[in-house]
């Protein structure tokens, strides 16, 4: 790359040389005699309302709260209808994952009462966690 031509030492030149602009304004300004139309006209000054005088800034302070996930297993928690702490109490009901394991022995013979096996078993069923306090469904885990 080769150093621009011309004097090193001299300073660049301003910016109405480079736009050959001569005009104090940075937007037309009408004449003496010109109807003002508003078009390529300086925007009125901006006027800053004055600062309220002795006013306390007021803060809010928000919370949020992360989303609770439910397992097969009992969580401890803040209710939010009844706002205790609590552990929640399980209930197991049937669902998908124990119904396609009916029809899984069903398919492979077990017909003679083999076949409802997932029906005793709590670790195929979906898992509804309730408020001890107030008995108000706070979640479920689907297990399929």
């Keep these: 790359m080769s150093a621009p031509s011309g004097n090193p030492s001299a300073p660049p030149p301003s910016y109405e040389e480079t736009v050959g602009g001569n005009s104090p304004y940075p ?8 109807k003002p139309d508003g078009k390529g006209m300086n925007p009125p000054p901006y006027m800053e309302p ?55 022995l069903c398919l492979l013979g077990c017909i003679w009462g083999c076949c409802l096996f997932p029906f005793c078993i709590d670790a195929l069923k979906d898992v509804d966690h309730t408020c001890p306090n107030c008995n108000t469904l706070l979640g479920s885990y689907k297990r399929f």
């Design 27 to 34: 937007y037309p300004v009408p004449g003496p005699g010109q």
């Design 50 to 104: 004055p600062a309220p005088a002795n006013n306390p800034v007021t803060v809010q302070t928000v919370y949020v709260q992360q989303p609770v996930v439910f397992y097969d297993r009992p969580i401890q928690m803040c209710c939010p209808s009844c706002n205790q702490m609590i552990v929640t109490r399980l209930s197991y009901e049937a669902g998908a994952l124990t119904w396609l394991s009916c029809g899984g």
